[in-house]
């Protein structure tokens, strides 16, 4: 039988939210749904208010069990999708939308070995005492993807628990799904992006030490960790970056490798804020893509990028006077 570790995250990032890496033996009965959620899109919200909905029914914690890393990841490394949420924005976006309490299955060699009928018995009903269970139509879960809708209604009634199947939400003519809002990004589609999401597609993380190379050419900006090195978007935009003061604030941001200073760059983030001039190394932010201006490009030299830097400002500038 696999038992599985458990530890509790600390809840600085969601203070509201019990969250678990592992599965623990749980103190009662919970409603839990199952995903990977990733972008957490409108779909994944129909989800998330549906069992929110169907756990105050029935005095029940609403719960969310994911995987980290994404199967796909595990599984085909070279072939997953790109992420559209790292595990923290995802967090922050379940307690949002009203999770208390969210398991993290490190999803390993260990774990895609077990049995559907055992994950049903021994994860679902031994441990977390699921009596509610939610799950997309075309979820499979357990080694070699053998569970799915059918099994798990069928081990409903014997275990004592109710399943109900979320089906598709459709917008804008579209399915929605985190390939449909990846899709959208790749395109430069932002506004169909928002359309699916329900928001602006976003990035968060970590104020980052540069080198500078923004401020000696007259356009300063701060770096944003990125946590993969696979964004589902490039180019230059019009973002507004949140975390540092109560008003979000404007500016044009680059996503790439800077082919015209870097030769084997890493993707990086970098926000060139409008009139400001604070130090906010190591502060957290979030930055909200608005409009894609361009593609990234390579210039001959650096006066040419400086010329070009100065326009994409420019436009950035009358993108958010005519909004």
Same mark, same amino acid.
């Given at each position: 039988?696999?038992?599985?570790?458990?530890?509790?995250?600390? !809840?600085?990032?969601?203070?509201t939210m019990l969250i678990f890496r592992g599965i623990p033996a749980s103190d009662g009965p919970v409603a839990l749904t199952i995903g990977n959620f990733d972008g957490v899109?409108?779909?994944?919200?129909? #989800?998330? $208010?549906?069992? &929110? +909905?169907?756990?105050?029914?029935?005095?029940?914690?609403?719960?969310? #069990?994911?995987?980290?890393?994404?199967?796909?990841?595990?599984?085909?490394?070279?072939?997953?999708?790109?992420?559209?949420?790292?595990?923290?924005?995802?967090?922050?976006?379940?307690?949002?939308?009203?999770?208390?309490?969210?398991?993290?299955?490190?999803?390993?060699?260990?774990?895609?070995?077990?049995?559907?009928? &055992?994950?049903?018995?021994? #994860?679902?009903?031994?441990?977390?005492?699921?009596?509610?269970?939610?799950?997309?139509? +075309?979820?499979?879960?357990?080694?070699?993807?053998?569970?799915?809708?059918?099994?798990?209604?069928?081990?409903?009634?014997?275990?004592?628990?109710?399943?109900? !199947? #979320? %089906?598709?939400?459709? &917008?804008?003519?579209?399915?929605?799904?985190?390939?449909?809002?990846?899709?959208?990004? !790749?395109?430069?589609?932002?506004?169909?992006?928002?359309? /699916? /999401?329900?928001?602006?597609?976003?990035?968060?993380?970590?104020?980052?030490?540069?080198?500078?190379?923004?401020?000696?050419?007259?356009?300063?900006?701060?770096?944003?960790?990125?946590? %993969?090195?696979?964004?589902?978007?490039?180019?230059?935009?019009? *973002?507004?970056? %949140?975390?540092?003061? +109560?008003?979000?604030? $404007?500016?044009?941001?680059?996503?790439? *490798?800077?082919?015209? *200073?870097?030769?084997?760059?890493?993707?990086?983030?970098?926000? %060139?804020?409008?009139?400001?001039?604070?130090?906010?190394?190591? $502060?957290?932010?979030?930055?909200?893509?608005?409009?894609?201006?361009? +593609?990234?490009?390579?210039?001959?030299?650096?006066?040419?990028?400086?010329? $070009?830097?100065?326009?994409?400002?420019?436009?950035?500038?009358?993108?958010?006077?005519?909004?």
């Amino acid at each position: 039988m696999f038992t599985p570790r458990v530890s509790i995250i600390q !809840a600085f990032v969601c203070p509201t939210m019990l969250i678990f890496r592992g599965i623990p033996a749980s103190d009662g009965p919970v409603a839990l749904t199952i995903g990977n959620f990733d972008g957490v899109h409108l779909g994944h919200q129909a #989800m998330l $208010q549906r069992m &929110e +909905d169907a756990a105050k029914k029935r005095g029940l914690p609403a719960c969310v #069990m994911t995987f980290e890393p994404h199967p796909r990841e595990f599984f085909t490394p070279d072939q997953a999708p790109t992420r559209l949420t790292n595990l923290r924005e995802k967090l922050e976006l379940f307690e949002a939308y009203g999770v208390e309490q969210v398991f993290i299955c490190p999803f390993n060699k260990r774990f895609s070995s077990i049995a559907a009928d &055992e994950f049903v018995s021994e #994860m679902l009903h031994h441990r977390l005492k699921a009596k509610w269970m939610l799950i997309g139509d +075309d979820f499979r879960f357990g080694a070699k993807r053998a569970g799915d809708l059918a099994l798990l209604s069928e081990a409903g009634p014997r275990l004592g628990f109710e399943v109900e !199947a #979320m %089906h598709s939400v459709m &917008e804008a003519g579209l399915r929605v799904s985190s390939t449909a809002v990846r899709d959208a990004l !790749a395109d430069g589609n932002l506004g169909l992006a928002h359309t /699916l /999401l329900g928001r602006p597609y976003s990035i968060s993380g970590r104020v980052e030490h540069g080198d500078n190379l923004g401020h000696k050419i007259g356009f300063p900006t701060a770096n944003i960790q990125l946590k %993969h090195n696979r964004p589902p978007l490039w180019g230059i935009f019009a *973002v507004e970056l %949140h975390g540092i003061g +109560d008003k979000p604030l $404007q500016g044009a941001a680059s996503l790439g *490798v800077r082919p015209t *200073v870097k030769s084997n760059g890493r993707p990086t983030l970098e926000v %060139h804020v409008f009139n400001f001039d604070r130090q906010i190394y190591n $502060q957290h932010v979030r930055v909200d893509f608005l409009h894609k201006l361009r +593609d990234e490009m390579k210039f001959p030299d650096l006066e040419t990028l400086t010329a $070009q830097i100065a326009a994409d400002v420019a436009n950035t500038k009358r993108f958010f006077e005519t909004r």
